[in-house]
């Protein structure tokens, strides 16, 4: 074994036991809540709800509460679940003081907490339209190149299918329109507007207008409304984000927003404004847009702002909400299924797997592990599964990447400790094989090409500048890295490192599936194991079959003969 793992380590920093003590352990039902519609001037409906139930032992001991004024949830008493009589459950009524609300789109949470039960607190999102949430207009941006395209979303109510149509004044057929969940009474209506630059299109405007019937909100239905298509030869702002959220106790946050060119010629950024208050700031460094939080004279509660970005674009400004939780100082919080696999942040964990716990105020600071075996303790940081305290490779306020004991199975309670304060209690689902392949960017797995200089198979883009890249070919022997693909022998202690002397291999190998589907290509791998001198991380070896399809995206997935895949990556193939 010579393959080399040189630079995985700092890719890797960005990247049947019952519970062991009696508690109530908390499951909601029915939470998948639809956005409402509200017309304007009025309250929301009253027969919003949800329930709340106790899979564990003793009783619940819940409260509720609202992220927004206009959010009042409430509990009911005990009752026969709707979903199983033999169940009790505590209904959750939600009301909308929304009269007072202006017209627009207005995002709240619902907090359900107990201090005594497993998984919680939960958190319950919801979205309200006020006046509804057709467009009043649409614009399109795109650059005269025949085929470019755009396209709008936006959605109405269940209930009768409306009905969308398009039309243009000027500039040929380059309107479409296309609606989702037709044909059911049972979801949500999902509209998509498109705009596709025609052959001969020179730069211009072009108009063109859409109309929506039927919907069972009135104020949806339009006879008219105006779609403009700018064609042009100017710069054109893409965010990378549409919206920015953060989360803090205490400090200053530092976003970077990269804004992508749709457009031609050079995009420059500048100046860039905010309003909400004195907490949210920007700045233009090296060309980019910064957003700036701080939690300065802030008390714990939901802040909002935007920022608007100008730059040189034909699209200029760029408007981007932002939405800022100040957290009140707390022992530490894990997420309700916080626990997931550390390559692809997937539930179940496997034994022995690397996995990730997501939060807040986990640790006071970011912390790598230095030396192995890894150590239980980083930072003031502790995580511990049935009350025992696992390995940790590294900590932050966020995010915790630790390793499964290679002993867990089923069902396991997890928790984090903070400089004495013991949090809250999370389960987790362990198997004996949950596979995932690590990422990097936009879905290119984290895979070394061991025939070209352990090069990464990744398109030659600005997003992977400065990595060594090199497509892969028929007949290259890849590296493939993941986590969880399974038992291995000989076995390893959790917390140390594999051994190179005696490989420790999967005790069932997988084949590779180089296609889109379920008939390949596929290639046997010569090697599937705990990489030497690494803790949990498995590593593959398998050469491109001579048929795999040349591809700036050829797919790659590891598929077992129980059933059992891993997540499907992306690498570069050419012949």
Request: proline share 7%.
């Amino acid at each position: 074994m010579t393959f080399q793992i040189r630079a995985l380590s700092c890719l890797l920093f960005f990247v049947a036991a019952l519970p062991s003590a009696a508690a109530p352990i908390l499951r909601l039902a029915g939470t998948s809540l639809n956005p409402i519609w509200i017309t304007t001037g009025t309250n929301g409906p009253t027969n919003v709800s949800f329930e709340a139930y106790n899979i564990g032992d003793g009783s619940l001991s819940l409260q509720v509460r609202g992220s927004q004024s206009w959010l009042t949830p409430s509990l009911g008493a005990s009752r026969n679940c709707s979903f199983d009589a033999r169940r009790q459950c505590l209904p959750v009524q939600v009301l909308f003081a929304s009269s007072g609300l202006a017209a627009g789109t207005y995002d709240g949470v619902i907090l359900l907490t107990d201090p005594n039960a497993a998984d919680a607190p939960q958190r319950v999102s919801i979205r309200i339209y006020v006046n509804g949430n057709v467009p009043a207009k649409l614009d399109f941006y795109l650059p005269p190149t025949p085929g470019a395209n755009d396209s709008q979303t936006f959605q109405t109510p269940q209930g009768s299918p409306p009905v969308l149509r398009a039309t243009t004044q000027s500039g040929g057929n380059w309107l479409g329109v296309s609606s989702d969940g037709l044909g059911s009474f049972q979801f949500l209506y999902t509209h998509r507007v498109k705009a596709t630059v025609q052959q001969g299109m020179s730069p211009g405007d072009y108009n063109g207008s859409f109309s929506l019937a039927g919907s069972t909100f009135s104020n949806d239905n339009k006879a008219s409304i105006p779609a403009v298509l700018h064609v042009t030869t100017q710069p054109i702002a893409r965010p990378a984000v549409n919206t920015l959220q953060f989360t803090a106790v205490t400090g200053a946050i530092d976003a970077l927003v990269p804004i992508a060119n749709g457009g031609q010629g050079a995009l420059t950024i500048g100046p860039i404004t905010a309003t909400g208050g004195d907490w949210l700031t920007t700045a233009v460094r090296d060309g980019n847009a910064h957003v700036l939080v701080n939690t300065a004279n802030l008390s714990p509660g939901l802040y909002t702002g935007s920022v608007s970005i100008a730059s040189n674009a034909v699209n200029s400004p760029t408007l981007i909400p932002v939405t800022f939780e100040v957290q009140a100082a707390s022992a530490p919080v894990a997420d309700y299924q916080g626990v997931v696999d550390g390559a692809a942040f997937t539930s179940p964990v496997a034994a022995g797997a690397l996995a990730s716990l997501f939060g807040s105020q986990l640790a006071s600071g970011l912390s790598n592990a230095t030396s192995i075996p890894l150590q239980t303790t980083l930072g003031d940081t502790t995580v511990f599964v049935n009350d025992v305290a696992v390995p940790l490779l590294f900590v932050s306020p966020g995010q915790i990447n630790f390793q499964m004991p290679f002993n867990a199975s089923g069902q396991v309670l997890v928790r984090v400790d903070r400089a004495g304060q013991r949090g809250n209690t999370v389960t987790a689902q362990v198997s004996s094989r949950a596979a995932g392949i690590f990422t990097y960017i936009d879905s290119y797995g984290i895979i070394q090409n061991a025939s070209r200089s352990n090069a990464f198979p990744w398109p030659d883009t600005p997003a992977f500048a400065g990595v060594a890249k090199a497509a892969a070919r028929p007949g290259d022997v890849l590296v493939v890295y993941g986590s969880g693909f399974g038992p291995v022998t000989p076995a390893v202690a959790t917390g140390t490192a594999a051994g190179g002397d005696t490989l420790s291999r999967v005790n069932q190998n997988p084949k590779v599936n180089f296609g889109l589907n379920f008939f390949g290509p596929y290639a046997d791998p010569s090697f599937v194991g705990l990489a030497p001198g690494f803790v949990g991380l498995y590593q593959l070896n398998v050469q491109v079959p001579k048929n795999a399809p040349a591809d700036a995206r050829t797919p790659v997935r590891l598929e077992w003969s129980d059933g059992t895949t891993s997540n499907t990556v992306s690498i570069v193939v050419e012949r």
